[in-house]
């Protein structure tokens, strides 16, 4: 496939939703630049992937000056509006969603599309591509299930093996600590405004999709890194990592 985009990078550090759900908070009033302090309740990293990704799609100009954020103040056609944003930027990769097309195919196609992407990155980048597909309900191929980290994978392939245990019928050491770092933890953070906010979590990461460990990530480098007004803490909570 002939390379059109290889100078540029699609977004790929952060999720769709959170690209979406910026650009629906500032397009109804867009600011004369779009800075950090406009985006204060993401992370640092979030701020400048989100100012990044915002210029990828042309929504704002190289000095971050919106251009045309105006036009995704309708919700009544908000999801066409960004549905045109897609088939804009990803044209080749949006026609072959119409065709019965591989996940390796897509992968190749990205790579020829945006010849900086190589490994994760091209992998973030197409699921980052998927999700906004799904969100604006454009046409892809069934057989690009394996990029989209479908939910459900285990009841698919059968039950899963349990944890090794250990003579006795205990769980081994490993398969222990692992379930313990996976889940039951929580994070509080003191808001600048005042307040607080708490995240607890309960995951097993081992069997989470790649999409669920994204946004669960997500949230955790939110608060880890939000410049709360007052010290964060944290502690472990039933049964976490001692």
């Given amino acids: 496939m002939e390379s059109r985009y290889s100078e540029s990078s699609p977004p790929y550090n952060i999720p769709w939703t959170t690209f979406v759900t910026t650009v629906e908070r500032i397009a109804a009033n867009p600011p004369s630049r779009v800075d950090r302090s406009h985006l204060g309740s993401q992370s640092g990293n979030v701020q400048t992937y989100t100012i990044a990704a915002l210029k990828a799609f042309g929504l704002i100009d190289e000095d971050a000056r919106p251009t045309r954020l105006n036009e995704f103040s309708d919700p009544g056609t908000r999801k066409r509006k960004m549905g045109d944003l897609l088939k804009e930027r990803y044209p080749t990769l949006v026609e072959l969603g119409t065709s019965n097309t591989t ?140």
């Fill in 103 to 242: 996940s390796g195919e897509l992968s190749e196609a990205f790579g020829a599309a945006f010849l900086r992407l190589n490994g994760e990155s091209r992998t973030k980048a197409i699921r980052f591509f998927l999700s906004g597909m799904a969100y604006v309900e454009l046409p892809t191929s069934s057989l690009w299930s394996v990029a989209k980290a479908p939910r459900g994978a285990s009841s698919r392939t059968g039950a899963r093996k349990p944890p090794a245990r250990k003579a006795g019928g205990g769980q081994s050491d490993a398969a222990s600590a692992a379930n313990r770092s996976a889940s039951g933890h929580t994070r509080t953070v003191t808001l600048r405004s005042g307040g607080t906010v708490t995240m607890t979590y309960d995951v097993n990461m081992f069997e989470a999709t790649a999409e669920d460990q994204e946004f669960v990530m997500g949230l955790i480098n939110e608060l880890r890194d939000y410049p709360a007004g007052g010290p964060a803490t944290s502690a472990a909570v039933e049964g976490g990592a001692s």
